[in-house]
């Protein structure tokens, strides 16, 4: 291993170390044993990893980005129902499969720091909500239904990893489709809205008056737009 590259030295020691965590129940491993799965010595760990903590960071970081890649392929199908419930099992199944560092992602919150992994997630996840607050269907405030899903799903997940199940345990829909139900509201219908009797007159007001001017102001494809809204409002 004399000749390899610095890069692949770090990519090797990182290889050991997560196949060691996937080997270790507990996620408990030591530096000594990181040094003689890599094949390298004390000094050159510490040369790429100031400790173990920076080690086992650029760990979860290595694989979450890979699971951040294959879950930025998914083309949203536009349908928010649909898209959640596949973003939802493909967190709970990245947990089920990397237990150990899915731990360590999220079970360092009693020292106050939030790991770099789980910071990236969190944003993720307030992405997604933000495109639900965006088409009006986020029953709640950003922060609070960023927080709500986030809890949940770190929680169940915790609890699937220490029964040991599978993605196909009753908890996982059951608790799916009630943050559904929670989140995420009906699509808009025009028939569902309660326009006051007042709006309702004064659209049909103005609109009948459009009808006899033609507004200089205005182009021909806003003056259109502008007599939907109204025919809209007016019920017509």
Known sequence: MRNE????????ILKSTAQLLAASP?????????????????????????DKEALLHAVVKEAFDQYLAQKRKIEHTGDLIADFKKLWDMHITFGLDNPA?????YCR???????????????????????IEDVGRLRLPINVSTDLLESVATGLTFHLIRSNSNIHHPLVSITRDMLISILIGLA????DQLVSPQIVEAASTLRHELSKVQISALRASETALLKEWLDILSGN
């Open 109 to 131: 919150a009693s020292t106050h720091t939030v790991s770099p992994a789980a910071a990236t997630a969190r944003s993720e996840v307030m992405e997604f909500m933000r495109h």
């Open 5 to 12: 590259r610095p890069n692949e030295t770090r990519t090797r």
């Open 188 to 191: 808009p219908s025009y028939d």
């Open 26 to 50: 507990a996620g408990d491993i030591s530096n000594r044993e990181v040094c003689e799965a890599a094949g390298v010595k004390a000094p050159t760990l510490y040369h790429y990893f100031d």
């Open 101 to 105: 560092l899915y731990d360590l992602m």
